[in-house]
């Protein structure tokens, strides 16, 4: 079977490399990206199969980066997580909602807590 | 009722003058009392946001530890354990600069004032900063033999650390750091010059706000909160002194960061 692939995307490079890891060791291919500009870069070339995006990135927020996404994806195609701050209000909940994003994780998450979520959206895919 | 003789005429004129500029100064306080209080309620807003950034990180790297263990090689778990080592100490900083901001603002630094020479302060800790990075230079010019302010020492060491702490982060590999100590106009002049980025004029006095980080991409790699400046010019403010940033000597691209302190005893 072919490797399914995720693109994280976060300016926190520990971050980033612990989310690598922990997806590589559930047999993902991880492509990474360190900002905004960057991560859509990396989509347009490699089309992965789900996305993790970190919210407050420079250059490009993750706002920005799941509109593009959606302008040529459905939310039931490719699976879009948006990792949040602390201020995460209501509000922008609802905005990742009508953005299109498949789910949203708060800081301080789990590792866990996302690589179960990207199991549950790809399963059977 | 009687009329007023024009003595109690004269009292209540000059009653109603002051209640009117009382309740002026009242107002005046009160708008102070509410900017402030706002600034609080953002700060620990900000201050909740950069603490989970670290938080996550280390829950994550502890975890991931925790739960693989025996399957991860050697060198990754040599690795993880940088991390976590590296984030507490990122959040310990945080900590410290929450204090000492916190402390600022609501005007309550409690400094132990003495008068002291600045030159062998000054002297300390660049030496602490040579050992601490060796990859970078750093040249310290004096033209005073002495520089005598009244100052609370350990302050005075925090907020110069905070400069030359910014001008070893913002500058790249091998950059040069230059000091320049003087005597003028009875104040106490250090001038701490490095040849990164430099800081645009248009950003020189928001550098000084709580959590201002300008967003280009050099900052953005570096670490930080956005607090080392605030807590600079809060320390140096309670010494009656300034902090600017201004242009370099030679007008080169870099920062340049000038502290004024009174001279103890007015002399110049
Ligand atoms: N020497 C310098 N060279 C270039 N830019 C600087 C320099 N010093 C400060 N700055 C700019 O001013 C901003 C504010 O500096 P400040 O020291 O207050 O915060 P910080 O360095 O970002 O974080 P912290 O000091 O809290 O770790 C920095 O983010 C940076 O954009
Ligand atoms: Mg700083």
């Known amino acids: 079977m072919k490797k399914r692939t995720v693109l994280v995307a976060d300016d926190e490079v520990n971050l980033l490399n612990l989310l690598k890891d922990n997806l590589e060791e559930e047999g993902y291919e991880v492509f990474t990206a360190a900002d905004g500009e960057e991560a859509l870069k990396v989509w347009v070339q490699k089309r992965p199969d789900a996305v993790v995006l970190d919210i407050e990135m420079p250059r490009m927020n993750g706002w920005k980066v799941l509109e593009e996404i959606r302008k040529v994806t459905l939310s039931n195609e490719v699976p879009v997580i948006l990792i949040l701050s602390a201020y995460a209000q209501h509000e922008d909940i609802q905005r990742g909602m009508a953005l299109g994003a498949n789910k949203y994780l708060t800081k301080p998450f789990k590792t866990r807590a996302l690589v179960e979520t990207i199991e549950e959206y790809l399963k059977g895919k | ?268």
């Open chain 2, 1 to 268: 009722m009687a009329p007023m003789t024009p003595k109690e005429q004269d009292w209540n004129e000059r009653l109603e003058r002051e209640v009117y500029q009382r309740t002026l100064a009242l107002q005046d306080s009160l708008k102070r009392l509410e900017a402030l209080n706002s600034m609080r309620a953002q700060f620990v807003a900000i201050m909740s946001h950069e603490l989970r950034t670290p938080a996550t990180a280390l829950i994550g790297y502890a975890d991931t530890l925790k739960e693989k263990w025996a399957k991860l090689p050697e060198k990754k778990i040599q690795k993880y354990l940088d991390v976590i080592s590296e984030e507490s100490s990122r959040m310990v900083t945080l900590m410290q600069e929450i204090f000492e901001i916190s402390r600022i603002l609501e005007g309550k630094l409690s400094l132990q004032f003495q008068t002291a020479d600045l030159i062998p302060l000054i002297g300390s800790a660049v030496k602490e900063f040579r050992l601490r990075y060796a990859d970078k230079s750093f040249g310290f010019k004096e033209t005073a033999d002495s520089l005598e302010a009244k100052v609370d020492t350990l302050y005075f060491k925090s907020a110069l650390t905070h400069v030359l702490l910014n001008a070893v982060k913002y500058t790249p590999d091998k950059g040069n750091i230059l000091l320049f100590v003087e005597s003028k106009g009875g104040e106490a002049v250090i001038r701490i010059e490095d040849d990164g980025p430099g800081i645009p004029r248009e950003y020189r006095e928001k550098a000084f706000e709580p959590f201002f980080r300008s967003m280009d991409n050099v900052n953005r790699k570096t670490p930080g909160a956005g607090l080392g400046l605030t807590i600079a010019r809060g320390v140096i403010e309670a010494f009656k002194g300034r902090v600017v940033v201004a242009d370099k000597l030679t007008g080169k691209q870099g920062c340049a960061v000038v502290i004024s302190i009174p001279l103890a005893g007015g002399s110049s």
